[in-house]
């Protein structure tokens, strides 16, 4: 029986954006996806109409859940819905689906071939990525520290499009500290440097113009994640 799936989509005030994001995706993956699948609205506290919107969504579509935060954070929403959830793979994407959804499929190969984590790569060779010169030179920046301070073999640590076994998830999240954008990179440092096996996959991706990241705060937070990781050490966590 094929493994059943989760997809998480993490928002934060997001009521315009919701209704063609879920309808593009649901329509893709009853199209694409043999596996059984859930996805999963994690609102992060947002503050306008976000909320309604996902509860009707919730009932127009059977395969879609809501579930509220009242904290902000990725990182978070990652943390409740990944340890809540009981599907054997667990995985999320931006709200904005900049990363070509025909590359979801291949997160959940690459699990189930006998990866523990799979995650899209916006700087491999073979991706096509839209974006401006500023957001580029900080992407690859930020990762060329990541290596050089971790050894660590995947090329992109930031990209919004995820996925991991249950089991993988349940002993690497409870020892992450970040609950962020950091969230991320320091989910890939911990499982490169505690032997779980990730798969990177190059996709193609399109900025989203409307992005509300701040990068200047968003690169603060990640520098000082990885300082504290390289001095602090990396949390020890049960083998794969």
Same mark, same amino acid.
């Given at each position: 029986?094929?493994?059943?799936?989760?997809?998480?989509?993490?928002?934060?005030?997001?009521?315009?954006?919701?209704?063609?994001?879920?309808?593009?995706?649901?329509?893709?993956?009853?199209?694409?996806?043999?596996?059984?699948?859930?996805?999963?609205?994690?609102?992060?506290?947002?503050?306008?109409?976000?909320?309604?919107?996902?509860?009707?969504?919730?009932?127009?579509?059977?395969?879609?859940?809501?579930?509220?935060?009242?904290?902000?954070?990725?990182?978070?929403?990652?943390?409740?819905?990944?340890?809540?959830?009981?599907?054997?793979?667990? +995985? %999320?994407?931006?709200?904005?689906? @900049?990363?070509?959804? *025909?590359? $979801? =499929?291949?997160?959940?190969?690459?699990?189930?071939?006998?990866?523990?984590?799979?995650?899209?790569?916006?700087?491999?060779?073979?991706?096509?990525?839209?974006?401006?010169?500023?957001?580029?030179?900080?992407?690859? +920046? %930020?990762?060329?520290?990541?290596? @050089?301070?971790?050894? *660590?073999? $995947? =090329?992109?640590?930031?990209?919004?499009?995820?996925?991991?076994?249950?089991?993988?998830?349940?002993?690497?999240?409870?020892?992450?500290?970040?609950?962020?954008?950091?969230?991320?990179?320091?989910?890939?440092?911990?499982?490169?440097?505690?032997?779980?096996?990730?798969?990177?996959?190059?996709?193609?991706?399109?900025?989203?113009?409307?992005?509300?990241?701040?990068?200047?705060?968003?690169?603060?937070?990640?520098?000082?994640?990885?300082?504290?990781?390289?001095?602090?050490?990396?949390?020890?966590?049960?083998?794969?």
């Amino acid at each position: 029986m094929a493994a059943s799936v989760d997809l998480v989509i993490p928002v934060y005030n997001e009521e315009a954006a919701l209704p063609d994001s879920i309808a593009r995706l649901t329509q893709f993956l009853r199209e694409n996806l043999v596996n059984p699948w859930q996805v999963t609205i994690a609102d992060n506290a947002s503050i306008d109409g976000t909320r309604p919107v996902s509860e009707e969504l919730a009932e127009q579509y059977p395969n879609v859940s809501y579930f509220y935060l009242p904290q902000k954070g990725r990182g978070r929403a990652l943390r409740a819905t990944w340890l809540a959830s009981d599907a054997d793979i667990v +995985s %999320y994407m931006d709200v904005d689906l @900049s990363t070509d959804l *025909t590359h $979801f =499929p291949q997160l959940v190969e690459a699990l189930e071939s006998g990866y523990h984590l799979a995650t899209g790569s916006r700087l491999s060779r073979e991706s096509t990525v839209t974006r401006g010169f500023k957001r580029e030179f900080i992407s690859r +920046s %930020y990762n060329l520290l990541i290596k @050089s301070l971790f050894f *660590t073999p $995947f =090329p992109d640590a930031q990209c919004g499009f995820k996925a991991s076994t249950r089991q993988a998830a349940q002993s690497i999240i409870p020892a992450i500290e970040n609950n962020n954008w950091f969230f991320d990179t320091e989910l890939l440092i911990i499982a490169a440097k505690r032997g779980y096996r990730i798969k990177s996959i190059p996709v193609k991706w399109d900025d989203d113009p409307t992005s509300t990241v701040n990068i200047t705060n968003t690169a603060l937070e990640d520098i000082n994640g990885l300082l504290r990781l390289r001095f602090g050490g990396i949390p020890r966590v049960s083998g794969p």
